[in-house]
C-alpha cells in the first residue's frame, strides 16, 4: 500500500501561515485543502509563505475551488461564466504559487439536457479553462468531485468519463456523497476498492488518490449534511481496507464538521 496522508478541509488559522502550519501539525495531520469554497481569502504572498512551510515540514497541499467555479454552462459566454472562469483560474494561481497537488472543483449540472450532452460540455470548457491557465504558467491538475446528489451531473462515473476525456482532470472521490447517493451501500470493503480501482485507471502514474471523507447524512439517496463521526452509517476502516490492495498513496481529506471526528477518521486510517 502507499502512504496515507490524512489532512483538515479547512486551513484552522487565516492570520499567518507560519501559524496554520503550527496547527495542523500539533494535530497529527499531514495534509491540508485550502478553503475558498465561499470565496478567496488569501493573497499570493500568503500562499507563498504556506508553501514554503508545507514543502519544509512534508504537508500536501490542495485547494478547494469556491462553488461558482463549475464548468458546463449552457453557453461559454456572459456573467456566471465569467465569474466561474475567474475563480478557476485564481484557484490555479494559489495553487501553483503554494505548490499544491491539485485544485478541486465541483462539475456542473444537467440543466436539462443529457448526461451525455452535460459531459461534452463540461469537456469542451474545461478545454478553454486550460488553455487559459497554460498562458499564465499555472496549468496544475484539476480534480473534479463527486457529487453527492443522485440525480443530478457528478457521479462517479461522470467524473471518470469527463477526467478520461480532458486527461489532465482526475475524479476526487467524496465517499460521503457516495454512501449517500448509494443510500448507504459503503460499509464493507468491496464498494470502497471497486471506486478506487475506477479512479486507478484513469490517474497518472505516481498521483495520489484524492478523497473527501466524513460521516453523512442523506434522504431518498441524496446528502443532507456532513455529520460528527459515528452519528451515521459510513466509517474509516473499510476505506482503509480498501487503500491496502493499492500501490497508489491516498490523499485523504476530512470534512467532518468537528476535530474530535477529524481525528477519529485520521486514527482509522493511520493509527
Known sequence: MGRVRVGSARIPDRDAPERAVEVLLE???DACEID??????MGYPWAERLGELAREHDLAL?????????????????????SALGALDRSAGIAAACGAEVVVFHPGFLL???????????????????ERLEGKDRAVPFGIEVMGR??????????????RRAGWVRPVVDFAHMHATSDGAFVEPEPFREALELVDGVLPSGAPFHLHFSDIAFANRNET?????????????????????????????????????????????VG
Open 27 to 29: 494535530r497529527g495531520y
Open 36 to 41: 475558498f469554497e465561499s470565496g478567496f481569502w
Open 62 to 82: 490542495s485547494v478547494h475551488a469556491p462553488l461558482f467555479g463549475w464548468v458546463g454552462h449552457l453557453e461559454a459566454t456572459g456573467r456566471k461564466w465569467s
Open 112 to 130: 436539462g439536457r443529457s448526461r451525455e450532452d452535460a459531459i461534452d460540455a463540461v469537456v469542451e470548457q474545461l478545454a478553454l479553462v486550460r
Open 150 to 163: 443522485v440525480r443530478d451531473l457528478g457521479s462517479l462515473d461522470d467524473c471518470v468519463e469527463i477526467s
Open 225 to 269: 449534511k456532513h455529520l460528527p463521526y459515528g452519528e451515521g452509517t459510513l466509517r474509516a476502516d473499510p476505506l482503509r481496507v480498501a487503500l491496502d490492495g493499492f500501490d497508489r498513496p491516498a490523499t485523504v481529506i476530512s470534512e467532518s464538521p468537528d476535530e474530535r471526528s477529524s481525528q477519529a477518521i485520521r486514527a482509522a486510517l
